[in-house]
């Protein structure tokens, strides 16, 4: 009879022990949180970068000097030295520019043209070619000068035509700057129209003669 009751009283002690509790409902946005946090995380996108913007076809602007004024193409031409062929006539000492001189001749005979003006010595022949050959000094209107052994004929291209300019003596070459040429003084009348302007080299004054004026007729 006692094992009988202590079974009987064991039995109802373990009915009425409480269960396991039952699990809670996971609550709402936290479901799939730990299979989450099990999974690497997906790297970031890289940012994107803009479309480059299209090239404009407007073209290239001309170079400019520092003082915002178009470079001048001929400024490195007006730059260059000029090389002046010079003489002496009436004591003085004239030039002609050396782009205009063919060629220097020692004097020789020339022949008389008749009904020509003063200044017109003759003509020569030059190689099968007959060159009128001028007293510079006389239409110069410059003081007669010496004819001698030094005396030359400087034959010089004006309008394709060549000329021989007869002169005292030929002094030599000169190299200058173009603005090195100063204009002619004012009071100078007697052939004034025929010179091109006045150098200075060193100690010596040098007048350029306007080859177009001085050749002409």
């Known amino acids: 009879m006692d094992i009988l009751a202590a079974r009987k009283k064991a039995a109802e002690k373990a009915q009425s022990r409480p269960g396991p509790e039952?699990?809670?409902p996971a609550e709402p946005g936290l479901e799939g949180a730990d299979d989450a946090a099990r999974e690497p995380e997906a790297p970031a996108a890289a940012p994107v970068s803009p479309p480059p913007e299209p090239v404009?076809?407007?073209?290239?602007?001309?170079?400019?000097?520092?003082?915002?004024?178009?470079?001048d193409?001929?400024?490195?031409?007006?730059?260059?030295?000029?090389?002046?062929?010079?003489?002496?006539?009436?004591?003085?000492?004239?030039?002609?520019t050396v782009d205009d001189v063919r060629e220097v001749l020692k004097l020789r005979d020339l022949t008389a043209v008749p009904n020509t003006p003063d200044y017109i010595l003759g003509v020569m022949s030059l190689r099968g070619t007959m060159l009128t050959v001028i007293?510079?000094?006389?239409?110069?209107?410059?003081?007669?000068?010496?004819?001698d052994e030094r005396t030359r004929i400087v034959v010089v291209s004006s309008d394709e035509e060549a000329v021989g300019l007869m002169v005292d003596r030929v002094t030599g070459?000169?190299?200058i700057m173009p603005e090195g040429i100063k204009p002619p003084p004012e009071n100078v009348e007697q052939g004034a129209e025929y010179l091109?302007?006045?150098?200075?080299?060193?100690?010596?004054?040098?007048?350029?003669?306007d080859l177009a004026k001085a050749v002409g007729a």
């Open 135 to 147: 007293d510079l000094g006389r239409r110069l209107g410059l003081a007669p000068g010496v004819r």
């Open 22 to 24: 039952p699990p809670s």
């Open 56 to 71: 404009s076809q407007t073209a290239v602007p001309a170079a400019v000097a520092p003082d915002n004024s178009p470079v």
């Open 173 to 175: 070459v000169l190299k």
């Open 73 to 96: 193409g001929n400024a490195k031409e007006l730059s260059t030295e000029l090389e002046l062929l010079a003489f002496r006539m009436g004591g003085e000492e004239y030039a002609v």
């Open 196 to 209: 091109r302007g006045i150098v200075r080299k060193d100690d010596r004054l040098v007048i350029l003669l």
